[in-house]
C-alpha cells in the first residue's frame, strides 16, 4: 500500500497572493494530478503530469502553475488568489492509463 | 467533450431498503472507457469503491453492484440493502479513452441512511 499526504491541509490567504500547495505519495506511481472542488460539486482537473518533469493542462489550468520536481512530488501554486475562493483541492496519482486513482486528504483554500 | 451526469444531488433511504443511484455519461471516443464508481465516507479521502473495463460487464464491492450498459450509456449503482455506514457521496467516473489519463467526474450524489 502507500499513502498521499498534502500540505497545508488548511491554508488562508490574502487576495492577489501566490500560495503553494505540495504533494507527495509513496505509490511509486508515475502520475499525479491536481482537481479543484467546489463545495457540492464535482472535481475539476487543473494539471496532470504523466511522468516527473511532465506537465499537461486541465480544463481549468488558467491562474495555476504546477511543478513536478521529483516522481514523488507534485506542487500546484495558485498565482494570483481571488477573493471568496473557497476550494478543497485534491492530490492523486495512479500507475497510468485509466487506472484507479489514490486521492489524497486535501487542502481546503480561504481567500480573504 | 465527454461527461458525467448524477440527475440526484441527495438520496435518503432507510435502512434495508434498496438503493439506485443513477449515473449517465457521453463520450466522443469510439472505444468503450473504462468507467468508476469513488466513494467519501465521512472523515476520509476519496476513494475507490468499483470500476468496470468492459462493457456489458458488472462491477461489485462492499454489497454494491453497476452494470456497464453501452446501449443506454448507463453505470448506476445499486444495493440491495443498505446500511447506516454506507452514507457517504458517491462519484460516478469516466476515464478518457483518447489520451488515457484523464477522469471526467460526476458531480456525486450524497446518500444519507436513514435508522
Known amino acids: 500500500g502507500g499513502i498521499i499526504t498534502q500540505t497545508p491541509k ?31 460539486k464535482g472535481l475539476r482537473l487543473i494539471y496532470y503530469s504523466i511522468t516527473e518533469n511532465d506537465l499537461q493542462k486541465g480544463d481549468l489550468s488558467e491562474g495555476y502553475d504546477a511543478s513536478r520536481e521529483k516522481k514523488s512530488s507534485f506542487s500546484l501554486t495558485v498565482t494570483s488568489a481571488q477573493k471568496n475562493e473557497m476550494a478543497v483541492f485534491l492530490c492523486a496519482s495512479n500507475g497510468g492509463r485509466q487506472d484507479t486513482q489514490y486521492f489524497g486528504p486535501g487542502t481546503r483554500l480561504l481567500v480573504l | 467533450g465527454d461527461s458525467v451526469t448524477q440527475t440526484e444531488g441527495q438520496v435518503t433511504v432507510s435502512e434495508s431498503k434498496s438503493l439506485i443511484i443513477n449515473c449517465t455519461y457521453s463520450t466522443t471516443s469510439i472505444a468503450y472507457p473504462n468507467l468508476f464508481w469513488y466513494v467519501r465516507y465521512p472523515g476520509e479521502g476519496l476513494q475507490l469503491l468499483l470500476k468496470v473495463i468492459t462493457a456489458g460487464q458488472k462491477g461489485s464491492s462492499r454489497g454494491f453492484e453497476a452494470t456497464y450498459n453501452k446501449e443506454t450509456t448507463s453505470f448506476h449503482l445499486q444495493k440491495a440493502s443498505v446500511q447506516e455506514s454506507d452514507s457517504a457521496v458517491y462519484y460516478c467516473a469516466l476515464g478518457d479513452e483518447t489520451g488515457g489519463y484523464k477522469v471526467v467526474f460526476g458531480s456525486g450524489t450524497r446518500l444519507l441512511v436513514s435508522p
Not at chain 1, 488562508?12 to 505519495?25: D, H, N, P, S
Open chain 1, 10 to 40: 488548511f491554508l488562508i490567504g490574502q487576495e492577489g497572493q501566490k500560495l503553494t500547495l505540495k504533494c507527495q505519495q509513496n505509490f511509486n506511481h508515475d502520475t499525479m494530478y491536481w482537481y479543484r472542488q467546489d463545495s457540492g
